[in-house]
Every structure is written in structure tokens, then in C-alpha cells.
């Protein structure tokens, strides 16, 4: 009966060994799935970190873009004008504040004498524009006094009626490109640069502002002292370059 019983022993002996193998072999592929999930997980986070940290990334960049100084802002489309509000005068032909659009797409070069601020003649020819200005700043002969040839400033105000954030130019010297003039400025940074955001000025003897850089595109001419709202002839918040004439 002893090597029965042995054999019996030995026979639950190798089962045992057998059930156990097996439930190794189980946690094994159990484990082996688990690894794989978790793999599985981490690469599908990996991808979505990516994603998102390319989208703050985009988005932080594009902040930084629009907000940094010497970065132009976008200005009212240059084929489609701003309706003065007086009528004007543009090559001897008067026109009412609305037929401004007859000439959407085309350069104009304005005048205005500050003794006459609402009269607004324009030119679509420089050389006319050019003689209409050597008349202008010519001495006057009718004993009235003529505009001061030193001393001479222009100021541009980011709002109405001269207020808001201020800038000033001196002649005889200009500045070719607003956008890379920093304004409202304090501890937290600025506001912005200053192209296409003028709204009024201040004038003190002759000053040109233009609706592009390096004094290009459209142009105003002042000549006097005196303010004006910029929106009372087209040009608010369109100007990119300012002269200040000697």
C-alpha cells in the first residue's frame, strides 16, 4: 500500500505543481495585458500633451505677436474711405461727405489751413499738391501773421477732443513708422504701438500725417494751430507715419 499511496502523493504532488504553473502562466498573461493597457494609455496621453501644448504654444505665440511692440495693427481696408464730415474740395470739383467713395482705391493728398478747419481741398496729383503747398507756406501779404518757422510740434491723441495717450513730434523731424512707436506705457507694459489708433491732433505750424509707412498712400496737410478730430476728415485711427515741417 506504500508505493500506492506514495504514488498518489506524488500524483497530487505534480497536480499541485501543474495548478500552480498554471496560475502562474495566468498572472503572467493577465500581467503582460496589463503592461500593454498602460503602454496603450501613456502613448494616447503622450499624443493629447502634445496636442494641447502645441495649441498653448500656437496661442501664446500669436499674444505675443499681436500685442509686441513694432507690430501693426490692422487698419479699415485702404480700397474702401472713411465719409468726412464736411464736404470737400478734391482737383476744383466740391463733393458731399458721401461721394468720398468715388474715389475708394485712389491716393488723395489733402490740405487744410487751421484758420479754415472744415474747408478740406484735396489733389489725386502730387505735382498739384506740391504747388497748392509752396501758396500755402508762402509769407502772407495781407499783414496777417505768418505760420512760425521754429518751434514747431504736432501732437496725435489716441481719442477724441485731445485726450487719451499722447505723442509728439518736433520739427524738423518725423516718424516713418508708427508701429514701431510703443504707447500707453506704465508698469504692466503698454498699450500698444500707435500705428492706426490717432484719433485727434494738435497742430502747431505745418505737420502731414499719412495712411502708410515711410510717408506713404493717402496724406493730410495741416498748416496753423489749432485741433481737429481726425474723424472730421476720414482719418481716424488709419494714420502710419507723421512729419512735422521745418
Known sequence: MAPVEGSANLD????????GTVQEDALSTESRTDRRSITRR?????????????????????AVAESAPGTPTQAPSAD???APRYPFVVDGVRYQPSQISL?????????VDMARPTEMVGYTQKKDVDAALARMKAPATDGRAGTQQSGQYVELFSGDELTGDRFAVYSPYGVNYLAGIPRGCGWFGCAGVWDNV????YINGRASIYDGIEYTGSWLYFQGVGYANLSWYGFDNIVSSVNCWW
Do not use: C, H, P, Y
Open 198 to 201: 490717432a484719433s485727434s491732433i
Open 80 to 82: 474702401k474711405r472713411t
Open 42 to 62: 501613456i502613448a494616447n496621453l503622450t499624443v493629447i500633451a502634445a496636442l494641447i501644448g502645441g495649441s498653448v504654444f500656437a496661442a501664446s505665440t500669436a
Open 103 to 111: 474715389f475708394d482705391g485712389r491716393e488723395l493728398f489733402f490740405t
Open 12 to 19: 497530487m504532488s505534480r497536480n499541485g505543481a501543474a495548478t
